[in-house]
């Protein structure tokens, strides 16, 4: 049985409480413990990141599968915050709704319930040899995956070494007669609650206090329902720490972060008046306290998640209503693109992606209403089309630093294609927006100090061939938003019509051009700049297709 007397004897005797190294001792379990979960948590990412993505997108569009998707990724990164990354991440990039992403959170908070069980088995004589063998497998491995594997096993070892620090510092408590005076206190269930909630919002981490109450359940220090009021603040107070990291993020982000808070508060609400209950049952099933208090963590948070489940839909309704979205003011604000998923580049491409089809509505917007307000000569309309501009511009800016930012992390092949393929239809989309602007919407102006008047029969060509360019454009948004290569290639085999339409065109115009009638020239000119400068259009259309295409299979496109 691994003992650590030097921790023991630099702790001292129980009738000689030397509190400078006790305080040291627990304050340096606590920090091991918690470079031991940072440790396994940034491992298990690089590991199962994006096969948690995968696996989320193929179960949450059923609430009981999102909760047992939930459930299992949290207890496989041991951390419910990169679970609620991951689902902020799927909304926003149009992967699952809001309402489909409650059950992942209900789930995240079963998950975390895995990190008490394993700590209440007795499975700290192997915290150095866990340790010493992840640190073997970090030093000899040659596969990066293999690497992550061995730095996870450091950080479990770590994890149950300062599990068994903060005992041995500890110890001493036990016949402490002020402290058990106080342990004694926490039997008052809503102080017991409030110390854990305001401890795990200090530490930042639930898992730190339940380390330290099943720490203090093994030493005998307090009573099964001091732990279970301390287990249900240490639920409250993560809550409290996801909702200010979530201060001055995307909408969405905000809305899981409050609709965990709320969970949670409700969830201890529910329970208070049959804590008794609880108690009993946790009893029934013995083990110790220390298993008792890691079981009833269980049965609060899996209970709580299915009270909650049938009514997943009226639950969102109320967190959107507690907060809703926020006009737009002013200078244009980013939207999805988020910073703090820079980590995990798969879910930052994804929001990237929604952001640039956030800019691509307002390019397709200008695309559609320039046409009828110069060939009419409407220049308010004209007017506001130029100004929109402003914002495509804005956003173009926004989605060139973020993905600048995302080329500087650890990208997979398939990302760094992705990366590539993103701003190129960004850049095109910007292109379009300008060559509308300076060169479509001048037209507009030089069309009627001119005087120009386009046939009827002329506007309908024109007609015809700014609807065709538009559903290029359309259809390019849909081939690369979904990266539906179909799409691409019907965007490709357009070409031939557009150009048949073009040629009908120029004939058309040649003829015109004879014509016995005022202002022939101009109005040629005109007519001539307009198809062209929609002919470019297109050409950026196909652009923007290419990026839903691989590389190896663009040749021709």
Avoid: C
């Avoid at 003992?3 to 702790?11: C, D, E, L, N, P």
């Avoid at 010493?132 to 149950?160: D, H, M, P, S, W």
């Avoid at 008046?273 to 110790?288: K, M, Q, T």
């Amino acid at each position: 049985m691994l003992t650590f007397a030097a921790v023991a004897q630099i702790v001292g005797d129980t009738d000689s409480i030397k509190w400078t190294a006790l305080i040291f001792g627990l304050l340096g379990g606590l920090a091991i413990f918690l470079i031991g979960m940072e440790m396994m948590t940034e491992a298990l990412r690089l590991i199962v990141g994006g096969k948690a993505r995968a696996v989320i997108e193929k179960l949450t569009s059923n609430r009981f599968m999102g909760l047992l998707t939930g459930a299992g990724i949290t207890a496989v990164v041991q951390s419910s915050s990169v679970t609620t990354v991951l689902v902020v991440g799927f909304i926003s990039a149009g992967l699952m709704s809001f309402v489909e992403s409650i059950p992942v959170i209900l789930g995240s908070n079963i998950g975390t319930t895995i990190t008490a069980q394993v700590i209440a088995f007795n499975v700290t004589t192997w915290a150095l040899a866990l340790v010493a063998g992840g640190f073997l497998l970090t030093q000899l491995a040659k596969r990066e995956k293999r690497r992550a594997q061995g730095a996870a096993i450091v950080g479990l070892g770590l994890v149950f070494f300062g599990m068994v620090v903060m005992g041995e510092a500890m110890s001493p408590l036990r016949t402490y007669e002020p402290f058990i005076n106080a342990m004694e206190s926490l039997d008052n269930l809503f102080l017991a609650i409030l110390v854990g909630a305001i401890f795990t919002a200090l530490v930042q981490s639930s898992s730190a206090t339940t380390g330290i109450v099943i720490v203090l359940a093994s030493q005998g220090l307090i009573s099964l329902e001091a732990g279970v009021g301390l287990i249900m603040g240490a639920n409250i107070g993560t809550s409290v720490t996801a909702l200010l990291a979530a201060i001055g993020k995307p909408r969405d982000a905000q809305r899981a972060a409050v609709a965990h808070l709320v969970f949670n508060v409700m969830g201890v609400l529910i329970w208070l008046p049959f804590l008794g209950l609880l108690v009993s049952w946790v009893e029934s099933i013995g083990g110790g306290t220390s298993r008792e208090v890691a079981n009833a963590h269980t049965i609060f948070n899996v209970v709580n998640a299915l009270i909650f489940l049938p009514f997943v839909t009226q639950f969102a309704a109320l967190i959107i209503r507690i907060v809703p979205d926020k006009p737009q003011v002013g200078v244009i604000a980013p939207k999805y693109i988020d910073t703090g998923l820079l980590r995990t580049p798969d879910i930052a491409l994804a929001k990237a992606r929604m952001e640039i089809l956030r800019m691509a509505s307002r390019v397709q917007g200008m695309l559609v209403e320039f046409l009828p307000a110069i060939l009419d000569g409407d220049i308010d309309t004209m007017a506001d089309v130029e100004g929109r501009d402003d914002e495509v511009d804005e956003l173009h800016g926004l989605v060139l630093e973020y993905l600048g930012r995302i080329s500087q992390e650890k990208l997979s092949e398939d990302s760094s294609a992705e990366l590539v393929d993103l701003l190129e239809a960004t850049n095109a989309l910007e292109a379009i927006g300008d060559l509308v602007e300076t060169n479509l919407i001048a037209l507009g102006y030089e069309k009627i100090e001119a005087s120009v008047t386009v046939s009827r029969e002329t506007r309908s060509l024109i007609e015809r061939y700014h609807q065709l360019v538009v559903e290029a454009f359309e259809m390019a948004l849909v081939a690369v938003i979904q990266k539906d290569q179909g799409a691409a290639r019907t965007v490709t085999g357009m070409k031939r019509e557009i150009r048949s339409l073009e040629d009908e065109i120029m004939a058309h115009q040649n003829e015109r051009l004879v014509a016995d009638e005022p202002n022939r020239v101009a109005t040629y000119r005109f007519e001539l700049d307009l198809v062209t400068n929609l002919k470019r259009v297109y050409y950026f259309a196909r652009r923007i297709a290419r990026a839903a295409v691989p590389e190896h299979e663009q040749a021709g496109m």
